[in-house]
């Protein structure tokens, strides 16, 4: 008895340093976790949801399925006037499972397809945000800046705050939204941030990231 009462006395002294050395290794899978909440409750959510669909991702290698909800349906009616065979293409369902307002579009309706209409909103997006990585990973930043004078740094900073200022205003389902479904924007809004900074790291007397 003795000896267990040692042990479970060494066990307690020990125990908060074991449990911080636990928590500084749980860390990572803990915010791998968390990330994937808002996706859960996006599928739990578009599940009960009346008029959404459940589509297999186009282009990425993890089999990763994106929801297409009926505001984002009708996004496409609206910008694409896509047929009732290009509609089951992308969302995988039969013709009677197609929204309605899908089925009811005027036969005299021009399709206006391009190549991003076989992906979903969500992919798009995910391509945009895909491209600010490697922008980020892969585009050293002093090198955007490789014969520029340093007088002409402040006035190009002002430049693209107000271009991007500009992209900002186009707001949500401007037609340039519509045609790439979210790409567009994400994309521009993620390179002229990026351009942004890089001026004013400069402009802040800061290092190259």
């Keep these: ?3 267990k009462r040692k042990i479970k006395k060494a066990n307690s ?11 500084q290794l749980t860390v990572k899978p803990f915010q791998r976790n968390r990330r994937m909440s808002p996706e859960e409750e996006e599928d739990k959510e578009a599940e009960q949801s009346k008029g959404a669909y459940k589509v297999l991702g186009r282009l990425t290698v993890q089999k990763k399925h994106y929801w297409v909800k009926r505001d984002e349906v009708e996004r496409r009616v609206k910008g694409e006037n896509m047929s ?3 509609f089951r293409s992308l969302l995988r369902v039969a013709r009677k499972d197609l929204p309605k307002d899908v089925l009811n579009q005027p036969k005299s ?8 209409s076989a992906l979903t909103e969500g992919e798009a997006q995910d391509l945009a945000e895909g491209f600010g990585a490697a922008l980020m990973r892969h585009v050293p930043r002093y090198h955007l800046l490789d014969g520029i004078h ?3 740094i402040a006035a190009s900073h002002r430049t693209i705050q107000r271009i991007r200022t500009n992209f900002q205003s186009l707001g949500l ?3 340039f939204d519509l045609a790439t479904h979210r790409f567009g924007p994400t994309a ?4 002229l941030s990026f351009l ?3 001026l004013q790291s400069t402009l802040g007397f800061m290092p190259y990231i």
């Excluded at 002294?13 to 928590?23: E, F, I, L, V």
């Excluded at 309706?109 to 991003?116: C, E, L, M, W």
């Design 188 to 191: 521009v809004e993620i390179f």
């Design 150 to 152: 340093e007088v002409d």
């Design 84 to 86: 009732t065979n290009v």
């Design 196 to 198: 942004e900074e890089t």
């Design 109 to 116: 309706a021009k399709t206006r397809v391009s190549v991003f």
């Design 173 to 175: 389902e401007s037609d």
């Design 1 to 3: 008895m003795v000896g």
């Design 13 to 23: 002294a020990a125990h908060p340093a074991k449990k911080r050395s636990k928590g």
